[in-house]
């Protein structure tokens, strides 16, 4: 066994090391070469008039890279942009980290405040703006003492005015398209920086590094089975987790990206009809878009049009509602701490001949591990063991491996309670049922505990879903003398439609036991963030205020 490849280098038997030629940092920048090598021709990226192909991209974010570095960016530097789903943040995924700087995609939802705080506490050095946040940028970098290099994005489509000399377009012209890139020389160096939604206090940041991404962006096409040259559509902000790692799934597959700065059923309709989309992810009010489509808008297609959807789990009904169209959904779940998606319904084609209603409740779960994901457990986090697979026993999920986090910036508190024992805490309160696939009952902090009971509120949520009249729910917990607390239902209801209080709570009463049916119902708009999350800790107070 003297020349054993198992034997371990420096034993003196068959001493192995690494070196270039058996060792290369991963990061999606090699996607980005590969393809502009093997598909220079094919269409990367389509926005209006606007296209360019995989070969121009990579030319032009040399270019972008080369002029940031005659700015004087190093390595580890941040560089901002605030902008929609526009070509230039989808250059801005590769350009920044090819200089060795560290992207950070602003949520153009944000007021100037928060912005300001994600420029400051980021120490961004420089910051892209697209013309239709200028007002809020010049808000937002009053009064900071390091204002980072202002540079215009002059996007045709957009509507505000300039916020500096020198624009995007002729940023590029002046890079040198020769430019010298590196991979980095550690797989763990940060390539980008996201915030959380920040609802009560400050957002955090969210550290990235290279490794994980190329991990995530591989784990995103083989979970979704996508193929190589998928047709999709920009639905979701790239500004969210890096848009789920999918600029860097895009390069990897030679993909065309199918830009676009508003999401409504008319432009997702237009595009599959123009394009022939092929994927679209998004959360589910993009689902409701489809759903509620006015018949002018709607257009016809034959092939069916993969969605993948996380967020608020979608209803079985909508599920159900929604496949009946054409589309064909896949159901994840993740955190801006793991780079957005890392669970996955995975789909087994025996379930294919079960009754819709049911296809639909298994579709409905968050699932199972990305396949570059080491560890996910739903466990008790008090004594960190594996909770059984019973569908009943609930635990917080927990996640371990390549694609978590390195961690939030400059915040060791937030660290060491995120990584407690050894594992991601998420805060979101799951049940893992016999065949392994996890279901998730609500944040930690949403349970309602009605006379020592514990109720989902997602449960609710999701029999209210499957009346008719409902078009959005969410439900909080209420302060109740007697129980402690009991929940309370704010619904939205579908144009033209009454609906009663009565006649919902009724609803309830026929399809979950009594105890959990809300004993409220409040009429009114859902208050959401930026992302388009409900902001539940507002319900709550407005319960309480009932």
């Known amino acids: 066994m003297a020349n054993s490849i198992h034997a371990q280098p420096g034993d003196g038997k068959f001493p192995l090391g690494k070196n270039t030629a058996n060792y290369t940092p991963l990061s999606p920048l090699s996607f980005l070469a590969r393809t502009a090598e093997v598909y220079p021709e094919r269409t990367a990226v389509i926005h209006g008039s606007e296209q360019h192909s995989w070969a121009e991209v990579y030319t032009r974010c040399k270019q972008f890279a080369s002029h940031l570095t005659k700015l004087g960016i190093q390595k580890g530097d941040v560089v901002s942009i605030i902008a929609p789903n526009i070509p230039a943040l989808f250059e801005a995924h590769y350009a920044v980290p090819m200089c060795g700087a560290i992207l950070n995609a602003i949520n153009t939802r944000l007021e100037s405040t928060?912005?300001?705080?994600?420029?400051?506490?980021?120490?961004?050095?420089?910051?892209?703006?697209?013309?239709?946040?200028?007002?809020?940028?010049?808000?937002?970098?009053?009064?900071?003492?390091?204002?980072?290099?202002?540079?215009?994005?002059?996007?045709?489509?957009?509507?505000?005015?300039?916020?500096?000399?020198?624009?995007?377009?002729?940023?590029?012209?002046?890079?040198?398209e020769h430019f010298a890139w590196q991979l980095p020389e550690d797989e763990w160096q940060s390539i980008s920086l996201n915030y959380t939604s920040g609802t009560t206090g400050n957002p955090k940041g969210v550290v990235y590094h290279h490794r994980g991404a190329y991990l995530n962006a591989l784990s995103n096409i083989t979970g979704w089975h996508m193929g190589p040259h998928p047709v999709y559509l920009w639905t979701l902000p790239m500004f969210h987790c890096n848009g789920w790692c999918f600029p860097w799934s895009l390069a990897?597959?030679?993909?065309?990206?199918?830009?676009?700065?508003?999401?409504?059923?008319?432009?997702?309709?237009?595009?599959?009809?123009?394009?022939?989309?092929?994927?679209?992810?998004?959360?589910?009010?993009?689902?409701?878009?489809?759903?509620?489509?006015?018949?002018?808008?709607?257009?016809?297609?034959?092939?069916?049009?993969?969605?993948?959807?996380?967020?608020?789990?979608?209803?079985?009904?909508?599920?159900?509602?929604?496949?009946?169209?054409?589309?064909?959904?896949?159901?994840?779940?993740?955190?801006?701490?793991?780079?957005?998606?890392?669970?996955?319904?995975?789909?087994k084609p025996e379930w294919d001949a079960l009754p819709a209603a049911e296809r639909s409740r298994l579709k409905s779960r968050q699932g199972v591990r990305y396949q570059l994901l080491e560890g996910l457990e739903v466990m008790d986090p008090d004594t960190m063991k594996a909770v059984p697979h019973d569908g009943e026993t609930i635990g917080e999920i927990m996640f371990r491996g390549n694609i978590v986090m390195r961690g939030y910036l400059n915040n060791p508190e937030a660290n060491d309670e995120a990584?407690?024992?050894?594992?991601?805490?998420?805060?979101?309160?799951?049940?893992?049922?016999?065949?392994?696939?996890?279901?998730?009952?609500?944040?930690?902090?949403?349970?309602?505990?009605?006379?020592?009971?514990?109720?989902?509120?997602?449960?609710?949520?999701?029999?209210?879903?499957?009346?008719?009249?409902?078009?959005?729910?969410?439900?909080?917990?209420?302060?109740?003398?007697?129980?402690?607390?009991?929940?309370?239902?704010?619904?939205?209801?579908?144009?033209?439609?009454?609906?009663?209080?009565?006649?919902?709570?009724?609803?309830?009463?026929?399809?979950?036991?009594?105890?959990?049916?809300?004993?409220?119902?409040?009429?009114?708009?859902?208050?959401?963030?930026?992302?388009?999350?409900?902001?539940?800790?507002?319900?709550?107070?407005?319960?309480?205020?009932?």
């Open 114 to 176: 928060t912005v300001q705080y994600i420029l400051e506490h980021g120490n961004a050095k420089v910051l892209f703006v697209d013309r239709d946040s200028t007002e809020l940028v010049l808000q937002a970098i009053e009064g900071l003492e390091n204002p980072p290099v202002l540079i215009d994005i002059n996007d045709a489509s957009a509507t505000g005015n300039a916020i500096s000399a020198l624009g995007y377009e002729q940023f590029i012209e002046q890079g040198d």
């Open 252 to 347: 990897a597959n030679a993909g065309t990206s199918i830009c676009s700065r508003t999401i409504n059923a008319e432009t997702i309709y237009s595009a599959i009809d123009t394009y022939g989309v092929t994927h679209f992810c998004g959360a589910p009010i993009i689902l409701n878009f489809i759903l509620n489509a006015e018949a002018a808008h709607i257009k016809s297609f034959e092939h069916t049009v993969q969605v993948m959807t996380a967020a608020a789990p979608p209803p079985a009904s909508v599920l159900e509602r929604i496949e009946q169209k054409g589309f064909r959904i896949t159901h994840t779940y993740g955190l801006t701490e793991t780079y957005g998606p890392a669970v996955l319904c995975a789909w």
């Open 419 to 546: 990584f407690k024992g050894g594992w991601f805490h998420s805060g979101d309160l799951a049940v893992t049922d016999p065949d392994g696939y996890l279901r998730i009952l609500d944040r930690a902090k949403d349970i309602i505990i009605s006379g020592g009971e514990n109720i989902s509120s997602i449960e609710i949520e999701n029999t209210l879903y499957s009346h008719p009249s409902v078009l959005d729910v969410a439900v909080a917990a209420r302060p109740d003398e007697h129980w402690g607390e009991t929940p309370c239902a704010f619904v939205e209801l579908h144009r033209n439609e009454k609906a009663t209080e009565e006649e919902l709570i009724a609803y309830c009463r026929e399809k979950l036991a009594h105890f959990k049916c809300p004993k409220n119902i409040v009429f009114r708009e859902l208050p959401k963030t930026s992302t388009g999350k409900i902001q539940k800790y507002k319900l709550r107070q407005w319960a309480k205020d009932l």
